[in-house]
């Protein structure tokens, strides 16, 4: 699947990477009496920003970005990062399930296990930016199906919907809280 478009994610890379940094280091401190990782695997690596950080941070490790998209693999694969790449598609096990099923999978088997969610409130300039946020990642397949008067009135509907649930503020910023699930468990 190529439908990504690693310009448009990367012109939010800062705040996209902002989770990873908080789990690298959360991570970090809850094993740092374990060894070390043998692999590493970011799933959804996109242009493979947060894979360079995992490799930094655990050099022995073999790391691994999988990514569902060919145009985002092909920007990871141009960088200098110490990693190997694998196309697959993640979002065939996306289970909408609780943090405590979670618990309930990984506990039996690790020593260790970390589970919290986080809504990471970004701060993001420039006209129409959860529109620009998306239309890299998840709203992307979406126009790429659709030819133009179809696509142009969707993006136009859609823009004003996103307006309206996210505001910009009167200093000209647009505040786009955005929850992730973090896990961190070792055996």
Excluded at 35 to 54: E, I, K, Q, S
Excluded at 63 to 89: H, P, Q
Excluded at 159 to 166: G, M, P
Aim: negative net charge; glycine residues 8%; contains cysteine.
């Amino acid at each position: 699947m190529g439908g990504w478009n690693p310009s448009q994610y990367l012109k939010y890379a800062g705040p996209r990477l902002r989770p990873a940094i908080d789990l690298i280091e959360r991570a970090a401190r809850a094993l740092d009496a374990a060894p070390a990782p043998g692999a590493v695997f970011d799933l959804g690596c996109g242009t493979g920003n947060t894979t360079r950080l995992l490799a930094e941070h655990w050099p022995a490790a073999a790391v691994t970005g999988v990514d569902s998209s060919t145009d985002m693999l092909a920007r990871a694969r141009s960088s200098d990062i110490g990693a190997s790449w694998m196309e697959a598609e993640l979002g065939d096990w996306a289970p909408p399930a609780p943090p405590e099923t979670y618990y309930d999978i990984l506990a039996p088997v690790a020593r260790h296990l970390e589970i919290w969610e986080s809504v990471y409130l970004h701060v993001l300039d420039g006209d129409d930016p959860v529109v620009e946020w998306t239309k890299a990642t998840g709203f992307r397949p979406l126009l790429d199906a659709l030819d133009g008067a179809q696509r142009d009135g969707l993006l136009e509907d859609y823009r004003a919907r996103i307006a309206k649930a996210y505001p910009k503020r009167a200093d000209g910023k647009t505040l786009f809280p955005f929850r992730r699930l973090f896990i961190v468990a070792g055996r």
